[in-house]
């Protein structure tokens, strides 16, 4: 059974259509990049999966059943803005996580907050954003879950911080899990990726597949292609 389907789904706005017939596949074990320029539904179609968002119409499974309150139990998401309370500590943080969450496992989110050298009795208010976005990836990702969502998780910080930031979703997770990272930013993403999914405006799916094979064939790089693609 795949983790996830998304079958025949549409999302509008009003009378505007985000998403258009969205087909998607994704089985466990792999980490996927839905890839695609700002406005084109990649936030949207998150938070569908998340169950955020109704569809307008189509069905999304979770493990073969519909999305809802058991869903919920094994998808981690992280947003594509910070929503802690800046007011919280990172320690009072930790421990609502681990009183909201059955599967949050606060020895790994405390070791991984050591290796940035942060003090978790320092409040998020007195901390860069950078710092507040690499605190809740920290959170999201020591949930053991089975499929992470990673709304735009290197957007906005320094390049020295996404490289921190890939190389702790790549460390962390379950290989029996799967990880979908939204972002427009593909050149710094691509080489952490098993599969990618390329989305235009008008929320439609212009091409998908394994990412090493696509760039052996292609002969280029996936920031590349999907430039060519993007043109057509």
Not at 179 to 203: A, K, N, R
Request: proline share 3%; hydrophobic share 40%; glycine share 6%.
């Amino acid at each position: 059974m795949e983790l996830l389907q998304c079958i025949n789904l549409n999302k509008s706005f009003k009378d505007k259509q985000i998403l258009k017939d969205i087909n998607l596949t994704i089985p466990r074990g792999k980490i996927i990049g839905l890839l695609g320029k700002n406005g084109t539904g990649k936030s949207t179609l998150i938070k569908l999966i998340n169950d955020l968002l109704t569809p307008t119409s189509g069905t999304i499974l979770i493990n073969g059943k519909e999305i809802g309150i058991e869903s919920k139990k094994i998808i981690s998401y992280l947003p594509e803005r910070t929503y802690l309370d800046k007011s919280m500590t990172v320690d009072n943080v930790i421990k609502y996580f681990s009183e909201f969450y059955d599967n949050f496992d606060s020895e790994k989110a405390r070791t991984l907050l050591k290796d940035l050298g942060l003090d978790t009795n320092q409040k998020l208010s007195k901390m860069s954003k950078g710092m507040q976005e690499k605190v809740q990836l920290v959170l999201v990702m020591s949930r053991n879950a089975k499929l992470y969502l990673l709304d735009e998780p290197i957007a906005g910080v320094d390049p020295a911080a996404r490289e921190y930031i890939l190389s702790t979703i790549v460390s962390n997770y379950n290989p029996e899990a799967s990880i979908i990272i939204t972002t427009h930013l593909i050149t710094d993403v691509e080489q952490v990726l098993d599969d990618f999914i390329f989305i235009s405006y008008g929320g439609q799916i212009l091409m998908s597949g394994n990412a090493e094979e696509t760039r052996n064939l292609s002969g280029k790089s996936l920031d590349e292609l999907f430039k060519e693609v993007f043109r057509c």
